[in-house]
């Protein structure tokens, strides 16, 4: 697992992401995430009892929150973020990562179609964070 992806690491969402979405929606956009991500091709790496499922969701949503322009949570509780690091001892493939990624595209789906337009998270601020997204999973690659 000493493979590096060759377009390095991700560089970080606009901020006001943060401001429009704010800590509940980012939260529950990770829940989201982590409820797909329990019943993907992937689903092993992830807990699956409620209670585990809500504690990783919520931890992850610390990191979202901090890296979106919100409070530092994820350093405060967990130190530095360093989420390459954190993850080595799991085998991340290209094709893991791909249903990390569309786990998480559908989790934005489910948030908007709950917002229904309350929320000003336009085309252009999806698509920033998309393309974060995509970096970033990229970035946590680290097995052929």
């Known amino acids: 697992m000493n493979f590096i992806p060759p377009a390095g ?13 704010g800590e509940e929606n980012i939260r529950k956009l990770l829940y989201y995430h982590y409820k797909n991500l329990s019943k ?18 919520d931890k992850n949503a610390d990191f979202f929150i901090q890296v979106l322009g919100g409070p530092p949570y994820f350093s405060q509780k967990h130190g530095a ?15 893991a990562r791909n249903v990390w990624l569309q786990c998480f595209y559908d989790a934005i789906e489910q948030l908007k179609q709950e917002l229904n337009d309350t ?5 252009e601020m999806e698509e920033l964070f ?7 999973s990229e970035w946590m690659v680290n097995t052929k």
């Open 130 to 136: 998309k393309e974060f997204l995509n970096s970033f």
């Open 119 to 123: 929320v000003d998270f336009t085309k």
């Open 40 to 57: 993907s091709k992937i689903k092993h790496l992830f807990p699956q009892e409620e209670e585990e499922l809500r504690f990783a969701a």
């Open 81 to 95: 973020p360093m989420m390459r690091a954190r993850h080595m001892k799991f085998p991340i493939t290209y094709e």
């Open 9 to 21: 690491p991700p560089q970080k969402p606009a901020p006001k992401l943060y401001s429009v979405l």
